[in-house]
């Protein structure tokens, strides 16, 4: 509690879009964000399909993402987000998940030491609150450090994370659903190779869910 006040009062918080104090994203400004209104299914080998909230070329929604990656004050970024995801499914009438669980996309762990937080990981955490699913944040890790994916094209990002996660207790993810957890999607590279451990390790299906499609 005091150490909440403490940074509140050290760095106020003030919404990124408009400047009105007490949050980074006020509901004002969240609702100037257009919710996507559909299901994607995709075409892929593992993916089984994808949820979207918004599209990446929203000057908020690239600048709320940005900020919440790199700058480690605006953890709290990750309630406005899911919000985000959590519209989207109200609008699909979508909110109950009977026989899923959550799986955030993993970071490396130099990665997470230097940020402090996985992204995907605190957009799971709000998820789960809301739609009472279990989050397994210990099941899909990353053992090979990769170079960041927005810098890389297609064929490059496929190969760059092929390899490099793992999943460490198949036991707790056999014939289950997986949501699949991460702020973006551009070309689907990494939430692929993250589907296709998992269901060779059993998982019956795996959806993305995601903040934005790029």
């Given at each position: 509690m005091?150490?909440?006040?403490?940074?509140?009062?050290?760095?106020?918080?003030?919404?990124?879009?408009?400047?009105?104090?007490?949050?980074?994203v006020?509901?004002?400004?969240?609702?100037?964000?257009?919710?996507?209104?559909?299901?994607?299914?995709?075409?892929?080998?593992?993916?089984?399909?994808?949820?979207?909230?918004?599209?990446y070329?929203?000057?908020?929604?690239?600048?709320?993402?940005?900020?919440?990656?790199y700058d480690?004050?605006?953890k709290?970024?990750?309630?406005?987000l899911?919000?985000?995801?959590?519209?989207h499914?109200?609008?699909?009438?979508?909110?109950?998940?009977?026989?899923f669980v959550?799986?955030?996309?993993?970071?490396?762990?130099?990665?997470?030491?230097?940020?402090g937080f996985?992204?995907?990981?605190e957009?799971a955490k709000?998820?789960?609150?809301?739609?009472g699913?279990?989050?397994l944040?210990?099941?899909?890790?990353?053992?090979?450090?990769?170079?960041?994916?927005?810098?890389?094209?297609k064929?490059?990002?496929?190969?760059?994370?092929?390899?490099?996660?793992?999943?460490?207790?198949?036991?707790?993810?056999?014939?289950?659903?997986?949501?699949?957890?991460?702020?973006?999607?551009?070309?689907?590279?990494?939430?692929?190779?993250?589907?296709?451990?998992?269901?060779?390790?059993?998982?019956?299906e795996?959806?993305?869910?995601?903040?934005?499609?790029g």
């Open positions: 005091w150490k909440t006040i403490v940074l509140d009062i050290l760095f106020p918080k003030f919404c990124i879009n408009c400047g009105r104090e007490k949050e980074y006020c509901q004002d400004c969240l609702a100037l964000i257009d919710i996507n209104n559909s299901l994607t299914i995709l075409k892929s080998k593992y993916l089984n399909g994808l949820y979207f909230a918004a599209t070329d929203n000057f908020l929604i690239k600048k709320a993402i940005s900020q919440f990656k480690p004050f605006v709290e970024l990750s309630k406005p899911a919000s985000l995801i959590i519209a499914l109200n609008i699909l009438g979508k909110t109950k998940f009977s026989d959550l799986i955030p996309v993993p970071l490396h762990k130099k990665k997470l030491k230097q940020r996985n992204q995907a990981e957009i709000q998820i789960s609150k809301v739609l699913l279990p989050l944040n210990d099941v899909l890790i990353k053992i090979k450090q990769t170079p960041a994916q927005v810098e890389l094209k064929e490059e990002r496929e190969k760059n994370i092929k390899g490099a996660l793992f999943c460490q207790k198949p036991e707790l993810i056999q014939d289950k659903k997986i949501l699949l957890v991460d702020d973006v999607f551009t070309t689907g590279s990494t939430l692929e190779e993250c589907a296709r451990v998992l269901k060779e390790a059993d998982a019956e795996v959806w993305g869910m995601v903040v934005a499609r």
